[in-house]
Each structure stands twice: as C-alpha cells, then as structure tokens.
T-cell receptor
C-alpha cells in the first residue's frame, strides 16, 4: 500500500477485555515496529520485527502484550485483560531496510481507551 | 537522566521568525538522528535526518549535530502558522529509535 495502515482507528475496551490491533506496513518493507504513545509523551518502543522474526520485544510492558507477524507483512498487537494504564495511542511503523537506519514511516495509530 | 531530553515548551515564535529546537541524548553509540513533526491527534511525520556532525539544510529546515556534545538541533526559518506542532527528536542505533517527549511549537500570525 501507499502508507502504513492501522485498524481500528479507535478502540474502547472494558477493563479485562482482550483487544487486537492490526498494522499493514508499506508493501515490501522489511522492518516493522510497534510503539506506545501516552498523552503528552513521545512514542515508547514496544517491539520490532524483521520479516516474520520478532527480534526485540524488550519494550513490551507485561506478558499481557503479545505481537506477531506470521507471514512477514501484516502484524497484530494483542493486549490481554486490558487495564486502564494500557490507554494510549499505539503506533506502528515500517522501514524498507533491515535496520531502519534511514528512518521509519508511521501509521495513523490506534487510540485505545480502557474504561 | 532521560535518554532523550527536549524542552517541552511551549515555544512561541512570531510568523517569519526562526524557531530553534534543541535536543540532548545520552547514548553515545547513536548513529542516526531524526526529527519528526507531530500535529495534534496525528502520527509522527519524518521531516529531517542527519548522520554526521555539522549542518544539513532542507528548504526552511536545518538540522545540526554535535556528537561530542551529544546535541542535535532543528532550526525552522521563516516560521509559518502551519509549522505549529510538536517536534520529536529521535536518535537511532541498531534497530532502536528512541524519542524525546517533544517540544510544542506555536507560530503566531
């Protein structure tokens, strides 16, 4: 596609509910990144894929967070048993290179509100 | 000490003036440096990248890098109201891009 596509754009979840956020990167982009952005803060790294391999998941805040990219294109970030502190914008970014040295292109994000 | 530090602002400049945004970082191994612009409610948009010490100019934007001082800056000349946004500094190394909290810039007509 022309850009990084994320869905849904907005998600309201009741506390304890599971959610799945989707990211469709730019076609052919090797690297895919997930970030979490709280209000008034910069994006915080969650996890990184190179093709289908998850090479870094050090930023995932707890074992309730899980990400996958099974075929090396679309990725899903899943949050189990959502908590209020999970409320944030979740940003997906992709890069054409294996490392992202030339910068990332971000999607529009999914705004998650846990009530 | 935060990994990436930026003045949160708001920084207010009149239209046509030069806006100067500053950033310091802690990781001496950082290899590339990016500036992203983020409008309210929108996603970050890459506007500048710089890889070596010195200045890099692109239109009204100039990025400056001093690795010895672990300092990077962004100058916006002839500021326009449409430049009003939050500017995020992002050093990068080894598949790892870290962001500052951003500086909010307001350009007043």
């Amino acid at each position: 596609g022309a850009g990084v596509s994320q869905s849904p754009r907005y998600k309201v979840a009741k506390r304890g509910q599971d959610v799945a956020l989707r990211c469709d990167p730019i076609s052919g982009h090797v690297s895919l990144f997930w970030y979490q952005q709280a209000l008034g803060q910069g994006p915080e790294f969650l996890t990184y894929f190179q093709n289908e391999a998850q090479l870094d998941k050090s930023g995932l805040p707890s074992d309730r967070f899980f990400a996958e990219r099974p075929e090396g294109s679309v990725s899903t970030l899943k949050i189990q048993r959502t908590q209020q502190e999970d409320s944030a914008v979740y940003l997906c970014a992709s890069s054409s290179t294996g490392t992202g040295i030339y910068g990332y292109t971000f999607g529009s994000g999914t705004r998650l509100t846990v009530v | 000490q935060k990994e990436v530090e930026q003045n949160s602002g708001p920084l207010s400049v009149p239209e046509g003036a030069i806006a100067s945004l500053n950033c310091t970082y802690s990781d001496r191994g950082s290899q590339s440096f990016f500036w992203y612009r983020q409008y309210s409610g929108k996603s970050p948009e890459l506007i500048m990248s710089i890889y070596s010490n010195g200045d890099k100019e692109d239109g009204r934007f100039t990025a400056q890098l001093n690795k010895a001082s672990q300092y990077v800056s962004l100058l916006i000349r002839d500021s326009q109201p449409s430049d009003s946004a939050t500017y995020l500094c992002a050093p990068w190394r080894d598949n790892d891009m870290r962001f500052g909290a951003g500086t909010r810039l307001t350009v007043k007509p």
